[in-house]
């Protein structure tokens, strides 16, 4: 028991030792992943699926990796959808960074992450051997998948990382056959899953994060939102977890819309008014419950003191 004790406790030191250290304590930040767009042609007959497999695998890859899963918060795809349909765009093709915004501050998300799959290639090689034509096929499958990170406050790209996966495979076959369709979408498939892994890990590793999480974070330290209010009391997004103890006190503020110059399309902040101000009374690992005088509402911005 006592072994089982201190191997618990070195796995929870290495995991602190592996998360990019911050002068201040923050909530998950909120994303909504999009749908990702095939770039690199339409020559194969499974194009337009490629983009909808890069895109599972990054969902996939944010919730499986333990520094991205502690960080962000992906919003359901359905719900992002739904969001889609009530706006009249597609879910999936191409859109502009200023609409993948706006649809990013409908679901209450900092960032939407974009992305698509710039360069993508299969060959094949194949060779008769023998009498009887019996020979051998080489198949060499390559991506190249990017993927960015859109502010949904002011529509400006935050980060831009991009890596590449790749597939060698080989077999026998009798001379003339070609790859069944499902050994080709599985190589394809296969070379997706690749280069997704390899891209989120990129992210996941050396400076990437720390500058997403640096554009994240407030000038002041820690920021978080409001969940819900009742009364004087509201519920706010950060706890334990977070550092978050009782009696830490928090400005609330309304943020507005993101200020832009029209000459020279520079951020100049965003409108925000200090509504209220409280204290933790109650908290969790994940979330807190703050008493407060003044006015607040759901997915205000909260600020410690």
Excluded: C
Excluded at 11 to 33: E, H, M
Excluded at 130 to 140: A, D, L, R, S, T
Excluded at 202 to 218: F, I, Q, T
């Amino acid at each position: 028991m006592r072994g089982k004790t201190s191997a618990i406790l070195f796995a929870s030191l290495a995991l602190s030792l592996a998360v990019p250290s911050r002068g201040f304590a923050q909530g998950k930040i909120r994303v909504a992943i999009w749908e990702f767009e095939n770039h690199a042609g339409a020559q194969y007959w499974y194009s337009n699926q490629l983009g909808p497999a890069a895109r599972n695998q990054i969902d996939n890859e944010f919730s499986e990796n333990k520094l991205l899963s502690a960080k962000f918060s992906v919003v359901e795809r359905d719900k992002l959808n739904l969001v889609l349909k009530e706006q009249g765009l597609a879910t999936a093709g191409a859109v502009d960074p200023a609409t993948a915004a706006k649809v990013g501050k409908i679901l209450g998300v900092k960032y939407v992450v974009m992305g698509g799959i710039d360069k993508f290639n299969v060959d094949v090689t194949k060779a008769a051997v023998g009498p009887f034509n019996v020979g051998g096929h080489m198949v060499q499958s390559f991506a190249t998948i990017s993927l960015r990170f859109v502010d949904t406050t002011t529509a400006e790209r935050v980060l831009s990382v991009a890596a590449d996966g790749d597939v060698k495979s080989g077999g026998g076959f009798l001379k003339g056959s070609s790859l069944s369709r499902d050994t080709e979408w599985g190589i394809a498939s296969e070379t997706i899953q690749k280069a997704s892994r390899a891209v989120v890990e990129k992210l996941a590793g050396g400076d990437y994060l720390e500058r997403v999480l640096a554009a994240a974070a407030p000038a002041g330290g820690v920021e978080g939102k409001i969940i819900k209010v009742e009364g004087t009391r509201a519920w706010i997004n950060l706890g334990s977890l977070a550092g978050i103890k009782v009696g830490d006190k928090f400005n609330v503020f309304n943020v507005g819309d993101a200020l832009i110059d029209p000459d020279t399309g520079a951020k100049l902040g965003a409108d925000e008014k200090q509504t209220g101000n409280g204290a933790v009374v109650e908290v969790q690992g994940k979330f807190a419950v703050i008493s407060f005088t003044g006015a607040a509402k759901a997915k205000d911005t909260i600020r410690k003191q």
